[in-house]
């Protein structure tokens, strides 16, 4: 049976938007910044091939389309043409940034991500 932690029933980005919300299957709703979904952009151009992925600021934070890869990921296209972000939806989970998953004085801390 599929994990409903990591399953998702919608996923929300209006055009212009800085935030694009997923609910998952659990209940639980998830509040992802553009800011924060690039600078942990997992690919190989971004992150080398360490099993971490660090925060890199800078990149261009407008989406251009969000797309589902197989039944396990969303495919990223970011404003500037970067678009070999693959998000698996474990990854996309732990990186939830709502006050549940991450508390106010936390809001500011980029640290290291494991790549999951
Ligand atoms: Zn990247
Ligand atoms: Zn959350």
């Known amino acids: 049976m599929a994990d409903l932690r990591t399953t998702p029933t919608a996923v929300r980005s209006p055009f212009r938007a ?16 553009h800011e924060i979904l690039r600078g942990y952009c997992p690919c190989a151009g971004c992150q080398g ?10 990149g261009d934070t407008s ?8 039944d ?3 495919h990223l296209a970011w404003g500037d ?3 070999t972000g693959i998000y698996t939806f474990r990854y996309l989970r ?6 549940e998953c ?9 640290a290291e991500r494991q790549r999951l």
């Not at 732990?94 to 006050?99: D, K, P, Y």
């Not at 991450?102 to 980029?110: F, G």
């Open 18 to 33: 800085t935030t694009t919300e997923i609910d998952w299957a659990d209940g639980h709703k998830g509040i992802y910044p």
């Open 49 to 58: 091939h360490s099993g971490s992925v660090r925060f890199l600021a800078g």
């Open 63 to 70: 989406i251009k389309t969000i797309e589902p890869v197989g």
């Open 72 to 74: 396990y990921a969303l």
């Open 81 to 83: 043409g970067h678009d």
């Open 94 to 99: 732990a990186l939830c940034q709502c006050a």
């Open 102 to 110: 991450v508390p106010a004085d936390r809001r500011d801390e980029r």
